[in-house]
C-alpha cells in the first residue's frame, strides 16, 4: 500500500474528542466473499469541545450505506477519513462497509487464520473493521452480532456475555454478544472458527463464578491445561496482591497461529499467538512453560489496569504496559524463582532495552512524538516502564504502593487517563513527591551512574560520592535515583547496619557511612534498584568476595557477570591485536566453586541461580559497552572463555551432568527446571570440547529426552558445533524436523536452533530455509524463528562483508507491504550499525538506503529506517 508522507504525531496536540459514543452495536455478515459490517452508533457532542465536523477513522473499508438518523446524509470519504458536518448534538450514526478478511496479510483488523477469522484492534486496528473514532479516550458500550456458515465456523465469539444465538437459510447461524464494560474500540474483538475448547471455571474472593474458555485448533486440547491453570492462578495472585477481582461473567482466550505479537487483552475476549498457550512436556521447553505463565497472567492483569483504567491517547502505552509488565513480573517471582525472575529480567533488559536507549530509536517510556505508534510496542515501553513502576515501589515500599494502586482505581475507574494521574495517585497515597522522578517518564536514554569509594582511617568513614550523566537527555538536571548498597567487610561478612537506600538527586552527591573499622567492599545497586549503568572500579578480588558472599542474588550474578564481562573484553582487544587472551585462575576458582557448592552462594542458591551464574554475558549486551564493535574479536573472546572454563572445569561439569538427572516424572516447577538448566549448561559447555564422546552424549540426550527442554537444549548445542563435519549435529537437526514437522511451535524451535547457530555457514543455511516447506512469510512466528533472530546473531548478521545486511534488507522488502509490523520488526535489526567499524557501516548503509528508497514503503519500515539513517 501506498502511503502518503508521514506525519509525526505530537502529544503536545492532544485534544479531546469532538463526538462521544455512548452505545455501539455492530452486525457482521461473514461471506466468503467478504464480511459486511453494519455498524450503529449512538453519538453525542462532546460538550467540552467546541462545534466541529464529525471525522471518522478508516483504512481499506468499502463503504456502502452511511445515514444519520435514518436518513442519507452527505459526506465526505478519503482513503481514511469519513466527515459529515452539521449533525445534531445527539444522533444515530449508522454505517454500511464490506472488508475483505481473506486478503488481510497485515493481521491488524479482522483477518483469516487456519481455523476461522480473528481480529486485532490495538493500537489502530478498528479501523480496518469499520468507521469509527479510533482513539482509546472514545469508550462504548458494544452489542455485536455475528453471522456465519455453521459447519464451517461453529463457533462465534465477541466481548462479553453471549445473549442469544439462532440459526439461518442457507446453514448459517448466528450468535449475539453483549459487552456490560464501556470499552475503547482497541479492546473489541470477535472471532468465527472451528475451534475446539476447553473449560473450567474460577469463584472469586466474593464468591462470583467466572466461566472460563480456551479455545484452540482442533486437536489441540491436550496442549492447553497449562494455560487454564496459569489463568487461575493469576485470578487468585490478582485478589490477593492487589485486591482486584475479576469483573466478568465469561473470560475466554483464543489462540491463533498467525499472531504479529505475544498476546492481546482484549475485554473478556483475549486473543492469543499459540507460543503463549500451547504446551506439554514433550513439545515445550521449562522457558515455554514459564513464559505462558507470564503473559496469561499479563493479560489477566489488564483486565485492570489497561482496561478498567485505560489510556487517554497512545502517548501514554506504558501507563499500562510498563504497570502490567510490573505485574507479570512480581506473578512470576511468586510463583518460580524470585532470585532467577530478577536476574532474567536485568539481562534481557540490557540485551534488548538498553541498546534500543542508545540507539536511533530511542524513547522515553512516554514518547513525546510518533510516526507509527505500532513502531512504539518497545522494550523501553514495556520494560523500563516496568523498572520505572518498580522504582516507585522501591521508592515508597510496598504498603504504600498498594495503597496508591487502591487509589488509582479509587479515582479513575472507567477513565481513560495519563502517567501523571498514576504517579499523583502514588503521591497521594504515600505523601512522596514524584516532581523530579518524571523525568523518567520523559527522557530517553540509559543514565550512567559513577560511583567513587573512600575509606578514611581517621574518621572511621567510608564516603560513597555518585556522579550521574544521562548523555541522551535533552538537558543536564540530574534524576531521582534509587541506590540501593550495602558494605561487606574484605572477609565477606555483611557490615551490620549498612544496609541503605540512597535518593540520588543531584548531578554529584556523597553518602557517608560511619565506624567503619577497615575498608569495606561496597554492594551497589542491589536487586538493580534502577535501570543504570552503575560504574565503580571493583578489583578481581573485591567482586570474588562478592561473588561468594553476597546476601542480595542479584548483585551476587552481578559480580560474576562484572569479573566475566572485563576478561572478555580484555580478550576481545587481545585478538584484535593479534595476542593471545590471557584467563586468569582465580576466576576459574570462582567458577569451580559455584559448581562445586551447587547449593549456590551465600544463603541462596541452587542449581538455576548457578546456572545464570555461569551464563557468560551475552555478546549484544557487551557489544554496548565497546566504542568500536569488533564482532569476531568479541565472538572468539567469549567463547574462548567458554573453552578455556570447559578444557578446567570438564571434572566438574561431566560430574554434574551426571548427578544432575531428574527422576520424577517431567513437571515445569522452577526446582526441576533450574536442575535441568544447569545439566544442559554443562553439556553446552563440554560442547565446546568438541569430543567425540561429547557429541555422543548430546546426540544420546537428544534422542532419550521424554521433554522438549532436555531434546531441544541438545539439539540447540549441537547446531553450535562448529566443526564442517558433524553426523551427530545432521542427525538430530534431520530427526528432530522428521518428528516434529505438524506441530508448527516446534518446528519454528528448529528454524531458531540454526538461525542463532554460531557456524559461518549461517547466513547459508538461513536463506536456504527461506525456501524449505518448514518456513512460511505469511507467519509472524516463522519470520521471527528464522529471519529476526538471525538479525540478532551479532557475529553473523554483521559479518564483514555485508551480506548479513543484504540479506535481511532484501527480507525487509519482501515483507513491508504484506506485513508492515512484522518488517518493521526486522528493520530493528539495524539499530546498532554505526558501532562497527567503517567497512560495516559502509555495507549497513548502503543496505538501508536501498530499503528507505523503495517505492511506496511502509510508513512503519520509513520510520525505523529514516531514523536509523539519522
Ligand atoms: N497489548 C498487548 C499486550 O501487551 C500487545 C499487543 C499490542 C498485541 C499490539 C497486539 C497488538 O498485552
Ligand atoms: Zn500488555
Known amino acids: 500500500m501506498k502511503t502518503d508522507t508521514p506525519q509525526t504525531i505530537y502529544l503536545k496536540d492532544y485534544t479531546p474528542p469532538a463526538y462521544l459514543v455512548d452505545t455501539v452495536d455492530l452486525d457482521f455478515s461473514i461471506e466468503s466473499g467478504g464480511t459486511v459490517v453494519t455498524s450503529t452508533l449512538a453519538m453525542r457532542r462532546n460538550p467540552l469541545v467546541s462545534a466541529r465536523p464529525l471525522v471518522l477513522d478508516g483504512e481499506e473499508l468499502e463503504t ?51 481455523d476461522g477469522y480473528f481480529t486485532q484492534c490495538e493500537a489502530q486496528g478498528f479501523r480496518r473493521i469499520t468507521w469509527f473514532l479510533d482513539r482509546p479516550d472514545v469508550m462504548s458500550t458494544y452489542t455485536v452480532t455475528l453471522h456465519a456458515d455453521k459447519a464451517t465456523y461453529p463457533i462465534l465469539l465477541a466481548n462479553g456475555n453471549p445473549v442469544a444465538n439462532g440459526e439461518e437459510a442457507n446453514g448459517r447461524h448466528w450468535a449475539k454478544w453483549a459487552d456490560p464494560f464501556r470499552k475503547p474500540a482497541y479492546l473489541f474483538a470477535l472471532v468465527a472458527g472451528k475451534l475446539d475448547g476447553l473449560f473450567d471455571t474460577f469463584t472469586t474472593a466474593s464468591g462470583r463464578t467466572v466461566q ?30 492487589f485486591g482486584l477481582e475479576c469483573d466478568l461473567d465469561h473470560y475466554m482466550i483464543v489462540a491463533v497461529g498467525d499472531f504479529n505479537m505475544g498476546a492481546m487483552e482484549n475485554k473478556g475476549l483475549n486473543i492469543f499467538n499459540t507460543k503463549y498457550v500451547l504446551a506439554r512436556a514433550d513439545v515445550a521447553t521449562d522457558v515455554d512453560f514459564e513464559n505462558i505463565d507470564r503473559v496469561v497472567a499479563h493479560e489477566y492483569f489488564h483486565n485492570w489496569t489497561g482496561n478498567r483504567v485505560t489510556c487517554r491517547d497512545w502517548f501514554q502505552l506504558s501507563l499500562k504496559e510498563g504497570l502490567t509488565v510490573f505485574r507479570d513480573q512480581e506473578f512470576g517471582a511468586d510463583l518460580h524463582n524470585r532470585q532467577t525472575a530478577r536476574i532474567r529480567e536485568v539481562r534481557g533488559l540490557r540485551a534488548a532495552q538498553f541498546p534500543e536507549d542508545a540507539g536511533p530509536m530511542a524513547h522515553p517510556i512516554r514518547p513525546a512524538s510518533f510516526v507509527e505508534i505500532n513502531n512504539f510496542y518497545t522494550a523501553t515501553v514495556y ?52 516532581t523530579q522522578f518524571m523525568r523518567w517518564y520523559n527522557q530517553p536514554g540509559t543514565p550512567r551512574v559513577a560511583v567513587d569509594g573512600h575509606f578514611d582511617e581517621e574518621t572511621k568513614t567510608f564516603t560513597l560520592t555518585c556522579t550521574q550523566a544521562n548523555p541522551r537527555a535533552s538537558d543536564e538536571s540530574p534524576y531521582l535515583i534509587p541506590l540501593r548498597v550495602a558494605l561487606f567487610a574484605a572477609d565477606g561478612n555483611l557490615l551490620p547496619g549498612s544496609e541503605r537506600l540512597l535518593q540520588l538527586t543531584a548531578t554529584t552527591q556523597s553518602f557517608v557511612f560511619e565506624n567503619i573499622a577497615v575498608e569495606p567492599v561496597p554492594s551497589l545497586l542491589r536487586d538493580f534498584s534502577a535501570p543504570v549503568y552503575l560504574d565503580f572500579d571493583y578489583t578481581p578480588e573485591q567482586l570474588t568476595v562478592l561473588l561468594a558472599h553476597e546476601s542480595d542474588p542479584f548483585n551476587a550474578w552481578e559480580a560474576g557477570q562484572r569479573l566475566a564481562t572485563q576478561l572478555i573484553l580484555d580478550a576481545a582487544a587481545a585478538i584484535a591485536a593479534g595476542q593471545e587472551p ?64 570447559a578444557e578446567q572445569l570438564e ?78 549435529r545432521e542427525q538430530a537437526l534431520a530427526d528432530f524436523y522428521a518428528k516434529w514437522k505438524n506441530e508448527a511451535l516446534v518446528v519454528d524451535k528448529w528454524l531458531q536452533a540454526q538461525s542463532t547457530s554460531r557456524r559461518p555457514d549461517t547466513l547459508a543455511t538461513v536463506k536456504a530455509l527461506t525456501a524449505h516447506p518448514a518456513f512460511d512469510i505469511g507467519n509472524p512466528n516463522k519470520i521471527y524463528a528464522l529471519i529476526r533472530a538471525f538479525g540478532a546473531n551479532l557475529v553473523r548478521f554483521n559479518a564483514a562483508d555485508g551480506s548479513g545486511y ?65
Open 64 to 114: 456502502l450505506d452511511v445515514t444519520v438518523d435514518g436518513a442519507k446524509v452527505p459526506f465526505l470519504a478519503s482513503a481514511s477519513s469519513l466527515t459529515v458536518d452539521h449533525l445534531p448534538d445527539a444522533f444515530t450514526l449508522r454505517t454500511v462497509v464490506r472488508i475483505k478478511p481473506d486478503g488481510n496479510t497485515r493481521l491488524s483488523g479482522m483477518y483469516r487464520s487456519k
Open 212 to 241: 472460563l474458555a480456551i479455545y484452540v485448533e482442533p486437536g489441540k486440547l491436550d496442549q492447553c491445561p497449562h494455560a487454564m491453570a496459569a489463568l487461575q492462578k493469576s485470578m487468585l495472585w490478582d485478589e490477593e496482591r
Open 383 to 434: 520494560e523500563k516502564g516496568a523498572e520505572v513502576i518498580r522504582m516507585i515501589q522501591t521508592l515508597i515500599g510496598r504498603d504504600a504502593f498498594r495503597a496508591g494502586m487502591d487509589e488509582y482505581f479509587r479515582r479513575h475507574d472507567g477513565q481513560a487517563v495519563t502517567c501523571e494521574d498514576f504517579v499523583a495517585a502514588m503521591a497521594a497515597a504515600s505523601g512522596f513527591d514524584f
Open 582 to 645: 590471557v584467563w586468569p585462575a582465580s576466576f576459574v576458582d570462582a567458577a569451580r566453586k559455584l559448581l562445586q557448592t551447587q547449593a549456590g552462594v551465600g544463603n541462596f542458591g541452587g542449581a538455576a541461580f548457578v546456572a545464570e551464574a555461569l551464563t557468560l554475558p551475552g555478546e549484544t549486551t557487551l557489544a554496548e559497552l565497546m566504542s568500536v564493535v569488533d564482532p569476531d574479536a568479541l565472538h572468539a573472546a567469549r567463547n574462548g572463555l567458554r573453552r578455556h572454563l
Open 651 to 728: 571434572g566438574e561439569f561431566s560430574g554434574l551432568y551426571a548427578g544432575l538427572t531428574v527422576n520424577e516424572p517431567y513437571a515445569p516447577s522452577s526446582e526441576q527446571a533450574g536442575r535441568r538448566a544447569l545439566r544442559n549448561l554443562c553439556l553446552a559447555y563440554l560442547l565446546e570440547l568438541d569430543t567425540l564422546s561429547v557429541r555422543q552424549l548430546a546426540l544420546q540426550q537428544f534422542k532419550t529426552a521424554d521433554n522438549m527442554t532436555d531434546q531441544f537444549a541438545a539439539l540447540a548445542a549441537l547446531a553450535n558445533v562448529n566443526a564442517a563435519d558433524c553426523p551427530q
Open 806 to 870: 543484504a540479506f535481511i534488507a532484501d527480507q525487509i522488502i519482501v515483507l513491508h507491504d504484506r506485513n508492515p509490523q512484522v518488517a518493521s520488526r526486522l528493520a530493528r535489526c539495524f539499530d546498532r550499525w554505526t558501532k562497527f567499524d567503517a567497512g560495516r557501516q559502509a555495507h549497513a548503509r548502503r543496505a538501508l538506503e536501498r530499503v528507505r528508497d523503495h517505492a511506496g514503503l511502509s510508513r512503519d519500515v520509513l520510520e525505523v529506517v529514516t531514523r536509523a539513517l539519522g
